[in-house]
C-alpha cells in the first residue's frame, strides 16, 4: 500500500486549481493541509479494495482524493479553537494557526465541495460510470455527514466535561473516526462493481480498523511524545475529554485493539483475491508508535 502515496499526493495536486485568482490565499490554505506529509490511510484503502474487487487505481483515484480531501477538511476544522483547540497537525501549524481562522474555515469548506467535484467530475463519472459514481458519492456524503463525522463530532462536543458510558464514547468514535474509513474501503469496492457482499465485508472491516484506530490514539496521546506523534499529547486528560483509556484503562484498550484486528481480517474472508497486504495493514495499524 505504501506504493500508493507517491501517486495519491500527485493525483491530489493535480485537482487544486492553479492561476492567477483573486482567492490565492484561500488556495494555499486548501492546499497546506491537502499536501501536508501524512500516511494517506483512507485513500489507499480505497485503492486497495478497488484493485482487490478488480478495478484499477487510474479509475479509483478520484474517489480515492475525494475521501483524502473530506479528511483534509474535517481536520482543518477539528483543530480550531472552537473545537479541540490544536496548534499542531503533522508536526506543522494547523491551518488557522497559518492562514487565521476566517480562511482556515473556508479551507475546510472548499475541500468539501472539491470532493464531490471530483468524484462527480466528467472524467470520474466517464471511467466508473455514473450509478457506480454517484453511490460512492451517497456513501461518502452518508458517512461524513450528519449522522456520520460530524454528527461523531457533535456527540464529542456535547459531552465535554461530563462522565459519560463506554457506549457512548464508542458510538461517537464510530462515527467520528470509522465512518470516513468505512466510507473508503466502501468506496473502492463500489467502483469496482463489487457484490453486495463484499461491500459489507469492507465495510466490517473498516469499522474493526477505524475503531482499533482511535483506540491506539487514545493509547499514545497518554504514553507516546509530542515529537513522535506530530501533535501535542495529554490533550485528551487537559480537555477532561471522555476515551477509551480514560474508562477503559490501557490493558483493556491494548485486548481491544487485539480483538478488533483479528475482526478487520476475518471479514476479508469475503474476497477472492489477495487479502495480505490488507491484513498486514491491520496488524501495523494496531502496533502504531505515531
Keep these: ?57 487510474e479509475e479509483a483515484m478520484p474517489f480515492a482524493c475525494a475521501v483524502e480531501m473530506v479528511h483534509a477538511y474535517s481536520l482543518i476544522h477539528d483543530d480550531m479553537p472552537c473545537m479541540d483547540d490544536d496548534d499542531y497537525r503533522r508536526g506543522k501549524p494547523a491551518n488557522h494557526k497559518v492562514y487565521g481562522e476566517d480562511i ?84 473502492g469496492c463500489i467502483v469496482a462493481g463489487a457484490s453486495e457482499q463484499q461491500i459489507g465485508a469492507a465495510e466490517r472491516y473498516a469499522h474493526a480498523i477505524g475503531l482499533a484506530f482511535q483506540i491506539v490514539d487514545d493509547i499514545l496521546d497518554v504514553t507516546s511524545t509530542a515529537e513522535e506523534l506530530g501533535k501535542p499529547i495529554g490533550s485528551d486528560a487537559d480537555n477532561e475529554k471522555n476515551t477509551f483509556m480514560s474508562l477503559l484503562g490501557i490493558d483493556r484498550c491494548r485486548e481491544l485493539v487485539g480483538e478488533l484486528t483479528e475482526e478487520a481480517i476475518k471479514a476479508l474472508d469475503a474476497f477472492d483475491g489477495d487479502t495480505s497486504d490488507l491484513a498486514d495493514f491491520a496488524v501495523r495499524l494496531a502496533n502504531r508508535k505515531k
Design 1 to 57: 500500500m505504501k506504493n500508493y502515496v507517491a501517486a495519491i499526493e500527485a493525483a491530489l495536486e493535480g485537482y487544486i486549481p492553479t492561476g492567477n485568482y483573486k482567492e490565492q490565499k484561500l488556495l494555499d490554505a486548501v492546499r497546506y493541509s491537502l499536501l501536508l506529509p501524512g500516511k494517506r490511510v483512507r485513500p489507499s484503502l480505497t485503492l486497495s479494495f478497488a484493485e482487490l474487487c478488480g478495478g484499477t487505481v
Design 104 to 187: 482556515a474555515l473556508l479551507a475546510g469548506d472548499a475541500l468539501q465541495s472539491m470532493a464531490y467535484m471530483t468524484m462527480l467530475g466528467n472524467l470520474s463519472v466517464a471511467a466508473v460510470g455514473g450509478d457506480r459514481a454517484a453511490r460512492a458519492a451517497r456513501v461518502l456524503s452518508e458517512k461524513s455527514g450528519v449522522l456520520g463525522m460530524v454528527g461523531g463530532q457533535t456527540i464529542d462536543l456535547s459531552i465535554e466535561h461530563r462522565h459519560v458510558d463506554i457506549e457512548t464514547v464508542q458510538l461517537m468514535e464510530e462515527k467520528k473516526t470509522a465512518n470516513l474509513i468505512e466510507a473508503a474501503c466502501m468506496m
